[in-house]
T-cell receptor, first 114, second 118 residues
Framework: ETGVTQTPRHLVMGMTNKKSLKCEQH?????MYWYKQSAKKPLELMFV???????ENNSVPSRFSPECPNSSHLFLHLHTLQPEDSALYLC?????????????FGSGTRLTVV | AQTVTQSQPEMSVQEAETVTLSCTYD???????LFWYKQPPSRQMILVIR??????QNATENRFSVNFQKAAKSFSLKISDSQLGDAAMYFC???????????????FGKGTKLSVKP
């Protein structure tokens, strides 16, 4: 049991589709994160939420739209994606945004844009 | 801005032997935290070990230990008695000791792929 659950595990979508990625944690953490992991590149931070409020948008294109309805759930809504958006999308959480003890990660959603 | 460099894209070790993965970082801060994460084929990033910069003692977790050289800005991971289950991508990460804004976010290196030969 990872503590952070991401669904779906795999997703293939066309460039005109709209889909959503879901992340859920019941660790009592108050900060949640979306990361993009591409081959041979460092993990790229996309969004940070702290107590349901977005505290960081790391210059992410508007075709990615996050939503955090409560401290346990985080969504990433996708629309009009490009093939270069194909990657592993990882969700993580931490007790608070300080994250001094590291983050707990999910197993990611492998996204392929065709 | 801080950066994290892992100079070994791939490493290989024989089962039961010891391997050291390298990590260097660039920062002007004196207070920060360093982490090693493991990402097996299951894709979940798992925290392996954590080091606080103001602590001189190297962190250890069972077969995993670090060699933290603050002056050299080096943070290598040593895996002793390597096991087949240690095969994974290993990521080094840095976190500023400052609070607020993007300073608290983890900064990752590109990773080192470790293979374990039986």
């Amino acid at each position: 049991e990872t503590g952070v659950t991401q669904t779906p595990r795999h997703l293939v979508m066309g460039m005109t589709n709209k889909k959503s990625l879901k992340c859920e944690q019941h660790l009592g953490h108050n900060a949640m994160y979306w990361y993009k992991q591409s081959a041979k590149k460092p993990l790229e931070l996309m969004f940070v939420y702290n107590f349901k409020e977005q505290t960081e948008n790391n210059s992410v294109p508007s075709r990615f739209s996050p939503e955090c309805p409560n401290s346990s759930h985080l969504f990433l809504h996708l629309h009009t994606l490009q093939p270069e958006d194909s990657a592993l999308y990882l969700c993580a959480s931490s007790q608070d945004q300080a994250g001094l003890y590291g983050y707990t990660f999910g197993s990611g959603t492998r996204l392929t844009v065709v | 801005a801080q950066t994290v460099t892992q100079s070994q894209p791939e490493m290989s070790v024989q089962e039961a032997e010891t391997v050291t993965l390298s990590c260097t970082y660039d920062t002007s801060e004196s207070d920060y935290y360093l982490f090693w994460y493991k990402q097996p084929p299951s894709r979940q990033m798992i925290l392996v070990i954590r080091q606080e910069a103001y602590k001189q003692q190297n962190a250890t977790e069972n077969r995993f230990s670090v060699n933290f050289q603050k002056a050299a800005k080096s943070f290598s991971l040593k895996i002793s008695d390597s096991q087949l289950g240690d095969a994974a991508m290993y990521f080094c990460a840095y976190r500023s000791g400052s609070y607020g804004g993007s300073q608290g976010n983890l900064i990752f290196g590109k990773g080192t792929k470790l293979s374990v030969k039986p």
